[in-house]
Structure formats: structure tokens, C-alpha cells
């Protein structure tokens, strides 16, 4: 699995999405979206919506305002869900969640 492999290798592999870990984190993803029983689009911003209170890096952001774009949600929608949460996240959050937003898609 990761034999003979640097740390530095091993977050390298995991950042290019080659490694057992991401394997199960789509899994993971997978099943929780099966079982939440919500439609794709509130799903995906619920989750963005989370990143925001857990302060997340910017690669979460890429992956799941990416997924909600590949699906049609509309920006104004991210941005809605950017609005709803400030209130109880806190404006350093919302605006460490922007940067991080245009950080990862200025990296993609």
C-alpha cells in the first residue's frame, strides 16, 4: 500500500488522488449521499456549507464545488449557502471559505 514511500510521497499520491485513501473517501462519499436521502443539489451544499464551519482547505472546496458546478447548481447558490451559514459561522470563516474557494480553483 504505501511500502517504501516518503511521507512527502505518500500526501503527493493522495493529492493526485492514487492512493487507497481517496478510494475510500469516495466511498464514503458515495454511501453517505445514498443514504441521506436528499436530492444532489442540497447535498452538495450542505456539504459546502460544512467545509465552512471546519475552516476546510482549499482541495476540499475543489472537489465539492466542482462536483456541485459538473451538476448545474448555480454560483448564486454556493454564494447563497455562503450567506446562510455566516450568521452562525462568523465572518472570518466566510471569508477564510472564499479564499479558499479561489484558491483551489486558481490551482485547478
Excluded: C, W
Excluded at 61 to 69: I, Q, T
Excluded at 74 to 102: D, F, Y
Amino acid at each position: 500500500m504505501t511500502e517504501n514511500r516518503t511521507p512527502e510521497e505518500n500526501l503527493g499520491a493522495l493529492a493526485a488522488g492514487d492512493a487507497p485513501v481517496f478510494e475510500t473517501l469516495v466511498h464514503m462519499t458515495t454511501d453517505s449521499f445514498e443514504r441521506s436521502g436528499l436530492d444532489e443539489e442540497t447535498y452538495l451544499l450542505l456539504r459546502i456549507a460544512a467545509l465552512v464551519a471546519m475552516d476546510a482547505a482549499p482541495a476540499s472546496y475543489l472537489l465539492n464545488v466542482g462536483a456541485a458546478g459538473a451538476i448545474g447548481v448555480p454560483l448564486e447558490k454556493v454564494q447563497g449557502a455562503l450567506v446562510a451559514v455566516a450568521p452562525v459561522v462568523g465572518s472570518a470563516r466566510i471569508v477564510s471559505a472564499a479564499g479558499h474557494i479561489a484558491e483551489a480553483f486558481q490551482a485547478a
